[in-house]
């Protein structure tokens, strides 16, 4: 039977992040892909020209459409915008009993416009955090999270204990905005021993939907049944291969290449 991942998250109208990127990154990973959409983006390599969220009505009626019916193995959130959403998809998650959350918290996109309001931030870490099994955030939202500044891998050590005290099981730092290092290195903190995943950096302007494909294939793998180690060395693999075959479209940061992981091959002979 195939498995079932669902993703909470917004549209980019451009393709290669939030609900785009996850339905992709689900597909290539051979999970059945469902979405719930909380705002729509028009969006492009350039930038984010605009944010219209949707009504909190229609954001909870899609949740209830797919767990009424279909259900979901995991399921991952990445842009919620407000507070009032959060609060929507933790009911849910509580009352459709949903063990396997990944909370992605996406706060800013790369060219700088806000995907979540700031009053939102308590939502997240009292009413959300509490349910995840993985929260995956970059350097700048661990800070937000943690209300400390990171400098160092004592920082960030520091930042993932204290984001698992709000109640969830593994904290994952990501490295990708360590700029000046030669490896992009991921800190994983499991309520109990530290580990990392590493990969050599790659020189590029293309990263647009890096953090939500990677966050999007650990669902993926945990849907399976992988374990969190498991699943977050697939998800390395996969990120650091959909970079490495950067697509070159538009012109400003264009996206990472989904279709590389499983067809290396095809793209090495073109
Ligand atoms: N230039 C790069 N080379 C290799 N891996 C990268 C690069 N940039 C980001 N990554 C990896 O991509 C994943 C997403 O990280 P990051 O870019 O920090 O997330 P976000 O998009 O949320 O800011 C992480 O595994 C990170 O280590
Ligand atoms: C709708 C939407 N959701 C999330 C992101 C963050 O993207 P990234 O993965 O590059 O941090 C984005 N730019 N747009």
């Not at 039977?1 to 990127?21: E, F, N």
């Not at 050590?157 to 593994?170: C, M, P």
């Not at 950096?201 to 939907?209: A, L």
Request: glycine share 8%; charged share 20%.
């Amino acid at each position: 039977m195939m498995k079932k991942a669902l993703t909470i998250a917004g549209s980019d109208s451009g393709g290669g992040a939030g609900i785009q990127a996850d339905l992709k990154t689900f597909q290539e990973l051979e999970v059945y892909g469902m979405s719930v959409l909380t705002a729509v983006t028009a969006q492009n390599t350039l930038g984010v020209q605009g944010v219209y969220p949707l009504p909190y009505e229609a954001v909870a009626k899609q949740l209830d459409s797919v767990l009424v019916d279909i259900g979901t193995d995991a399921l991952k959130t990445g842009m919620l915008f407000d507070s009032e959403i959060i609060e929507i998809v933790a009911e849910k998650v509580k009352q459709y009993q949903l063990n396997t959350l990944v909370v992605d918290p996406v706060m800013i996109a790369k060219g700088g416009a806000s995907l979540l309001q700031t009053e939102a931030i308590l939502a997240l870490r009292k009413s959300l955090l509490p349910l995840s099994f993985v929260t995956t955030p970059n350097i700048p939202e661990a800070e937000v999270l943690a209300n400390m500044e990171i400098t160092s891998q004592e920082d960030k050590k520091e930042a993932a204990k204290r984001i698992a005290d709000f109640g969830v099981n593994n904290v994952l730092i990501k490295g990708g905005h360590e700029e000046n290092a030669d490896i992009a290195s991921d800190l994983l903190f499991d309520g109990e021993h530290f580990h990392t995943f590493t990969s050599k950096r790659i020189q590029t302007e293309n990263t647009h939907g890096t953090g939500c494909t990677f966050s999007a294939a650990i669902t993926a793998e945990l849907a399976k049944g992988a374990s969190i180690f498991d699943a977050i060395s697939v998800a390395k693999a996969f990120i650091t291969d959909a970079i490495t075959y950067d697509l070159h479209i538009g012109n400003g940061h264009g996206p990472t290449n989904h279709w590389a992981y499983k067809h290396k091959g095809v793209l090495d002979n073109d």
